[in-house]
């Protein structure tokens, strides 16, 4: 079984950054999705990045030239590196991992970020 767990979350004015982590509990070896997605309060969860096993990696578009996803292979760790912060990006933000080896498909506990105008 694989854990992941999500770091970097907390309360942030308006055009303030975070960065947001992400670890897996074992050694991922290949993967078919890793990335983000948040909920903000009322809404239902939506993607921010990710990246596939393909390679790709896809943004959503409210979140494009500001939000970079990346990995550490060698610490099986996903980050989330939130620029320009908007009060829209608060919401409570989850790691999802679809994996292969090990077999994996699931999310982390969340982190809450709020963005104050």
């Known amino acids: 079984q694989v854990q992941l767990v999500e770091s970097g979350g907390g309360l942030v004015q308006a055009g303030g950054s975070l960065r947001l982590s992400c670890a897996a509990s074992?050694?991922?070896?290949?993967?078919?999705?890793m990335g983000w997605y948040r909920q903000p309060p009322g809404k239902q969860r939506e993607l921010v990045a990710a990246f596939t096993g393909g390679g790709n990696t896809n943004y959503a578009d409210s979140v494009k030239g500001r939000f970079t996803i990346s990995r550490d292979n060698a610490k099986d760790t996903v980050y989330l590196q939130m620029n320009s912060l908007k009060p829209e990006d608060t919401a409570v933000y989850y790691c999802?991992?679809?994996?292969?080896?090990?077999?994996?498909?699931?999310w982390g506990q969340g982190t809450q970020v709020t963005v104050s105008s």
């Open positions: 999802q991992a679809s994996t292969l080896i090990p077999k994996f498909d699931g």
């Open positions: 074992r050694k991922i070896l290949i993967f078919k999705t």
